[in-house]
Nanobody, 126 residues
């Protein structure tokens, strides 16, 4: 059974930085793509970043490109989201996701293609 646990959320001032972590268990971590999604209050869940199973390919939403960096550490079964130059509009619950199928490049944005964590709250004050 796959389990994903996010951590690292909190309150930060605009222009600040935060690093989110997602610890995975239940499967061989290095075989699966990983991703981060976020959901602001009253809004739909949206894609933020993804990384392929190899770690060689990454994808970013236009809204975070150039500010956020996704990475993975297979030795720790952990994926990270480094968030820089945070803005109030980045305020959301951030969810870690793992693709259900192995050897994928991380391009899927379909909810049912992923296992999900419980989320961690990020609040950016102006």
């Amino acid at each position: 059974q796959v389990q994903l646990v996010e951590s690292g959320g909190g309150l930060v001032q605009a222009g600040g930085s935060l690093r989110l972590s997602c610890a995975a268990s239940g499967r061989t971590f290095n075989l699966y793509p990983m991703a981060w999604f976020r959901q602001a209050p009253g809004k739909a869940r949206e894609f933020a970043a993804a990384i392929s199973w190899t770690g060689r390919s990454t994808y970013y939403a236009d809204s975070v490109k150039g500010r956020f960096t996704i990475s993975r550490d297979n030795a720790k079964n952990t994926v990270y989201l480094q968030m820089n130059s945070l803005q109030p509009e980045d305020t959301a619950t951030y969810y870690c996701a793992q693709g259900k199928n192995p050897f994928q490049d991380g391009s899927s944005r379909i909810y049912e293609d992923h296992y999900w964590g419980q989320g961690t709250q990020v609040t950016v004050s102006s």
